[in-house]
């Protein structure tokens, strides 16, 4: 059975002919035949002469709509050979700028021209990469450059590991990072189940798909990205530091590595790798409160930190700050560790308020229907509910007020641990400007469209997510112009795209 179906790309509505059918082992299919296309301008239908000739040779001819006269059409055709222009350029010119393109050149020198066109459709566009054809019908980019979905799907299983490889190690030998690279780890989840890379694991975005884990090194000094690699989806981030490093260091050997970190990343073996002397790596990393040396340190300020020598200003406010010397214990060695101590007095009083009208609550909840299936787990962490033959309710309801008390005591406090920064204020600003490697997190999966992997296997995905990546350089170039020049008062980066 067939029917005619519409498609909407880009300006243009498509008509294909579609046909259900079984295959030979009784599962259903489909094929789609595109057989013509509407007008965008005269709202006619344009159907192929192929689909003409077909359907007269079978009897049921097609009548097709007379076409407007030519001259009717002279000022359409002007339209339609103009094309964009200022979008492209201020990419190829921050591109030429930061060394991008001339490395791109050296690189791939035979498909630069295409890898730069996709990089730039996904930096300017919100659009799946099917529809970079279309755009670039309307942008004037390099001649000669035409990337229909066949030319990208080749395009992307060409790209060989080794070439990412040789981009990267030229790339961070060109930035050579001298101050802290921010380290983080983020998922990204997909529809195919024919990548190897994917798998079902602890999803950041609590979504019920398969993913993959990207992890990426950018730049707290250059504001760029470095470095990125991927691993599968059960991987912890606590067993990726070890395999990201032996990866940036096989390809910059002899590179100063000094990485900070969220607390994702803490675990006594990894402070122990960091300290290892076959590879020392200079650290600044959150410890969480699930660790006792982070508990025993605060416990240890909790009624001295808050006076006026211990006051740090930051943007959000002062807070208290205080910097203790602890020694790390390893097998081979024991090391001194330089340990920071902060309270933040405001967040403290603004955690307990929000704590305690959630268990408020709670307990009305509790008392009004302690059988809700979906606030079980909530309920047993929190409060005792018991049944009483006394109480008009058939139950009574307590809070767990050591509990509460417990989940208190780490409200508005934080440690950072470091081998090297012993003022708390440097430890601090630093940690601070971690948020720049969230933020690319940010803009990859969301601005660039990398949230969902739309392809097909592993080789396809790698080389996606490195057009994401060149694309995030290409974005983090404009991110740092518009600050320069103050743009951001007057445009958003999409309203300037747009501009432009």
Same mark, same amino acid.
């Given at each position: 059975m067939s029917c005619i179906t519409k498609q909407h790309i880009g300006k243009y509505t498509y008509l294909y002919e579609s046909t259900s059918f079984?295959?030979?082992?009784?599962?259903?299919?489909?094929?789609?035949?595109?057989?013509?296309?509407?007008?965008?301008?005269?709202?006619?239908?344009?159907?192929t002469e192929g689909y003409l000739r077909r359907m007269e040779e079978a009897g049921t001819p097609v009548k097709q709509e007379p076409l407007p006269p030519k001259d009717a059409c002279q000022a359409t055709e002007i339209l339609d050979s103009s094309r964009r222009f200022g979008s492209f350029h201020l990419f190829r010119t921050l591109a030429e700028d930061i060394g991008l393109l001339p490395m791109l050149r050296s690189v791939f020198p035979k498909k630069f021209a295409e890898i730069f066109t996709l990089a730039c459709f996904l930096a300017e566009s919100e659009e799946p990469l099917m529809y970079c054809e279309e755009w670039l019908s309307q942008t004037a980019a390099f001649p000669l450059v035409k990337l229909p979905s066949q030319r990208i799907s080749?395009?992307?299983?060409?790209?060989?590991?080794?070439?990412?490889?040789?981009?990267?190690?030229?790339?961070?030998?060109?930035?050579?990072?001298?101050?802290?690279?921010?380290?983080?780890? &983020?998922?990204?989840?997909? +529809?195919s189940q024919l990548i190897h890379g994917c798998e079902w694991g602890y999803n950041r975005d609590h979504e019920d798909l398969p993913q993959i884990n990207l992890c990426m090194l950018f730049g707290e000094g250059s504001r760029f990205p470095i470095y990125q690699t991927s691993y599968h989806g059960s991987?912890?981030?606590?067993?990726?530091?070890?395999? &990201?490093?032996?990866?940036?260091?096989a390809l910059a050997p002899g590179s100063n590595l000094r990485v900070v970190m969220d607390k994702g990343f803490f675990s006594s073996r990894n402070v122990d790798e960091m300290l290892s002397p076959k590879r020392p790596v200079h650290f600044l990393i959150s410890v969480p409160f699930t660790s006792s040396f982070a508990k025993k340190l605060v416990e240890s300020e909790r009624h001295s930190i808050d006076r006026l020598g211990n006051t740090i200003l930051t943007s959000d406010g002062a807070i208290r700050g205080v910097h203790k010397i602890r020694v790390w214990h390893t097998k081979s060695r024991h090391t001194k560790l330089h340990a920071h101590v902060y309270f933040n007095p405001v967040k403290a009083v603004k955690e307990r308020n929000k704590l305690y009208a959630y268990?408020?609550?709670?307990?009305?909840?509790?008392?009004?229907?302690?059988?809700?299936?979906?606030?079980?787990?909530?309920? =047993?962490? +929190?409060?005792?509910? =018991?049944?009483?033959?006394?109480?008009?309710?058939?139950?009574?309801?307590?809070?767990?007020?050591?509990?509460?008390?417990d989940k208190l005591r780490t409200c508005g406090w934080m440690v950072l641990l470091s081998d090297t920064v012993a003022d708390p204020q440097e430890a601090l600003d630093i940690y601070r400007t971690k948020d720049v490697v969230e933020k690319s997190f940010d803009r990859l999966k969301n601005t660039l469209d990398l949230n969902r992997l739309r392809v097909h296997?592993?080789?396809?995905?790698?080389?996606?997510l490195f057009l994401g990546f060149l694309a995030l350089l290409l974005i983090s170039a404009l991110h740092q112009r518009m600050q320069s020049t103050k743009l951001y008062a007057k445009y958003s980066m999409h309203e300037l795209l747009l501009k432009l």
């Amino acid at each position: 059975m067939s029917c005619i179906t519409k498609q909407h790309i880009g300006k243009y509505t498509y008509l294909y002919e579609s046909t259900s059918f079984r295959n030979a082992e009784g599962k259903p299919r489909n094929k789609k035949v595109r057989i013509g296309k509407i007008d965008p301008y005269t709202g006619k239908t344009v159907y192929t002469e192929g689909y003409l000739r077909r359907m007269e040779e079978a009897g049921t001819p097609v009548k097709q709509e007379p076409l407007p006269p030519k001259d009717a059409c002279q000022a359409t055709e002007i339209l339609d050979s103009s094309r964009r222009f200022g979008s492209f350029h201020l990419f190829r010119t921050l591109a030429e700028d930061i060394g991008l393109l001339p490395m791109l050149r050296s690189v791939f020198p035979k498909k630069f021209a295409e890898i730069f066109t996709l990089a730039c459709f996904l930096a300017e566009s919100e659009e799946p990469l099917m529809y970079c054809e279309e755009w670039l019908s309307q942008t004037a980019a390099f001649p000669l450059v035409k990337l229909p979905s066949q030319r990208i799907s080749e395009l992307l299983s060409s790209i060989s590991l080794r070439e990412r490889n040789f981009f990267y190690q030229q790339w961070m030998e060109k930035i050579q990072e001298e101050k802290y690279v921010a380290l983080d780890i &983020t998922s990204i989840s997909s +529809y195919s189940q024919l990548i190897h890379g994917c798998e079902w694991g602890y999803n950041r975005d609590h979504e019920d798909l398969p993913q993959i884990n990207l992890c990426m090194l950018f730049g707290e000094g250059s504001r760029f990205p470095i470095y990125q690699t991927s691993y599968h989806g059960s991987l912890k981030d606590v067993s990726t530091l070890r395999a &990201t490093l032996d990866e940036v260091t096989a390809l910059a050997p002899g590179s100063n590595l000094r990485v900070v970190m969220d607390k994702g990343f803490f675990s006594s073996r990894n402070v122990d790798e960091m300290l290892s002397p076959k590879r020392p790596v200079h650290f600044l990393i959150s410890v969480p409160f699930t660790s006792s040396f982070a508990k025993k340190l605060v416990e240890s300020e909790r009624h001295s930190i808050d006076r006026l020598g211990n006051t740090i200003l930051t943007s959000d406010g002062a807070i208290r700050g205080v910097h203790k010397i602890r020694v790390w214990h390893t097998k081979s060695r024991h090391t001194k560790l330089h340990a920071h101590v902060y309270f933040n007095p405001v967040k403290a009083v603004k955690e307990r308020n929000k704590l305690y009208a959630y268990v408020t609550e709670l307990r009305k909840e509790a008392l009004h229907d302690p059988g809700q299936t979906c606030l079980q787990d909530e309920f =047993r962490k +929190y409060l005792s509910i =018991r049944k009483s033959a006394s109480d008009p309710n058939g139950h009574t309801v307590t809070v767990k007020e050591d509990v509460i008390e417990d989940k208190l005591r780490t409200c508005g406090w934080m440690v950072l641990l470091s081998d090297t920064v012993a003022d708390p204020q440097e430890a601090l600003d630093i940690y601070r400007t971690k948020d720049v490697v969230e933020k690319s997190f940010d803009r990859l999966k969301n601005t660039l469209d990398l949230n969902r992997l739309r392809v097909h296997n592993d080789e396809r995905m790698e080389n996606k997510l490195f057009l994401g990546f060149l694309a995030l350089l290409l974005i983090s170039a404009l991110h740092q112009r518009m600050q320069s020049t103050k743009l951001y008062a007057k445009y958003s980066m999409h309203e300037l795209l747009l501009k432009l």
